[in-house]
């Protein structure tokens, strides 16, 4: 009768054989604590300024949560980063994880180029583009990728440039 983590059962990792529960948890009050006299106002000027500079979603969090002091941006504001964003029309045009792993794709391939006896790296890629292809899936039915979007490893290069 006794509830122990051990033996609930978590989904695996993708491409490794990590079964991890670790991870931060959010807090459970949902207003913004008393301490952050921030206004929303100043906020998302903060974003858009930031935004324009060329940061993504996640380096803007950093940054106000470094330096200038708000916990999250969602307790302040009442919206997400990417919302605040898209509404603003400053939102990147493919999502930020999908952008990054089709990154590492192209510094793979480039990799292969001179090194093509490292069969790791040829593996490696195989799994990156594949979680590109699941991602960009993904993207595709909740209507964040355009339904014509497809990933090819010639044209990668001028997507993440």
């Not at 950093?62 to 919302?83: A, W």
């Not at 990156?128 to 010639?154: D, G, N, Q, W």
């Amino acid at each position: 009768a006794c509830f122990s983590w051990r033996h609930v059962t978590t989904m695996g990792r993708m491409h490794s054989n990590g079964k991890g529960i670790s991870g931060s948890a959010i807090p459970y009050k949902r207003s913004a604590p008393s301490w952050c006299k921030t206004t929303p106002a100043e906020v998302t000027e903060q974003i858009t300024k930031l935004a324009r500079k060329g940061m993504t979603p996640s380096q803007i969090g950093v940054v106000l949560r470094d330096q200038h002091g708000i916990p999250m941006v969602s307790t302040v504001t009442g919206g997400k980063i990417l919302r605040i964003l898209r509404g603003k029309g400053l939102a990147p045009e493919i999502p930020e994880d999908l952008y990054f792993m089709i990154k590492k794709a192209v510094a793979q391939r480039k990799h292969l180029e001179r090194n093509r006896a490292d069969r790791d790296a040829k593996f490696r890629l195989i799994l990156v583009e594949s979680r590109i292809h699941r991602l960009a899936r993904y993207y595709k039915s909740t209507k964040r990728l355009p339904a014509s979007f497809k990933y090819e490893s010639a044209t990668a290069s001028t997507l993440v440039s």
